[in-house]
T-cell receptor, first 112, second 115 residues
Framework: GDSVTQMEGPVTLSEEAFLTINCTYT??????LFWYVQYPGEGLQLLLK?????DKGSNKGFEATYRKETTSFHLEKGSVQVSDSAVYFC???????????FGKGITLSVRP | DAGVIQSPRHEVTEMGQEVTLRCKPI?????LFWYRQTMMRGLELLIY????????DSGMPEDRFSAKMPNASFSTLKIQPSEPRDSAVYFCASSFGTGGQETQYFGPGTRLLVL
């Protein structure tokens, strides 16, 4: 079945540091890939997405590139801010199926 | 739009009591999802509906859990009887259309504590 694997957390960084959060997937067919973010006390919200190989999703300074050859969708940001502290979830959806498969999520804490 | 609305935001109850969680999806959305989030198991899909019809309930943990969607603007998730291991944050989400690229919009969640 479909699955998403995220790197173990939590991750703690200083403000303006470079961020990479790893995500790899296993899926039948060609999935669409997503990163969702959950700020403290809130529900998840879409951060970015990519729907085919080599697509790059970007939003709020975050980027992720759909790598079919390595089945990966790593999230990066060049300079994190304290306000980026949150839980980040990688997810996929295959075909026209509306069901999302989520990774376990990783907590990011950014120190001033 | 007001977004996905969930009530109550917090619920504390005693083991054995019935719990009902409520969700109002975004107007016009035709898919509705119920998720449960715990530290141990992460985010789990419990059930989802399309046009008010349950499509996949394979994630519902056991018969104590039931979900209904009587109309396009309202859904409930009921736990009867509740147990301490049901303590979690329950999220409702909605989306529109099919094709694999649609964004799911999440509500703020209901934090349930069963004593």
């Amino acid at each position: 079945g479909d699955s998403v694997t995220q790197m173990e957390g939590p991750v703690t960084l200083s403000e303006e540091a470079f961020l990479t959060i790893n995500c790899t997937y296993t899926a039948t067919g060609y999935p669409s890939l997503f990163w969702y973010v959950q700020y403290p006390g809130e529900g998840l919200q879409l951060l970015l997405k990519a729907t085919k190989a080599d697509d790059k999703g970007s939003n709020k300074g975050f980027e992720a590139t759909y790598r079919k050859e390595t089945t990966s969708f790593h999230l990066e940001k060049g300079s994190v801010q304290v306000s980026d502290s949150a839980v980040y979830f990688c997810a996929l959806r295959t075909g026209a199926n509306s069901k999302l498969t989520f990774g376990k999520g990783i907590t990011l804490s950014v120190r001033p | 739009d007001a977004g996905v609305i969930q009530s109550p935001r917090h619920e504390v109850t005693e083991m054995g009591q019935e719990v009902t969680l409520r969700c109002k999806p975004i107007s016009g959305h035709d898919y509705l999802f119920w998720y449960r989030q715990t530290m141990m198991r992460g985010l789990e899909l419990l059930i989802y509906f399309n046009n008010n019809v349950p499509i996949d309930d394979s994630g519902m943990p056991e018969d104590r859990f039931s979900a209904k969607m009587p109309n396009a603007s309202f859904s409930t998730l009921k736990i009867q009887p509740s147990e301490p291991r049901d303590s979690a944050v329950y999220f409702c989400a909605s989306s529109f259309g099919t094709g694999g690229q649609e964004t799911q919009y999440f509500g703020p969640g209901t934090r349930l504590l069963v004593l």
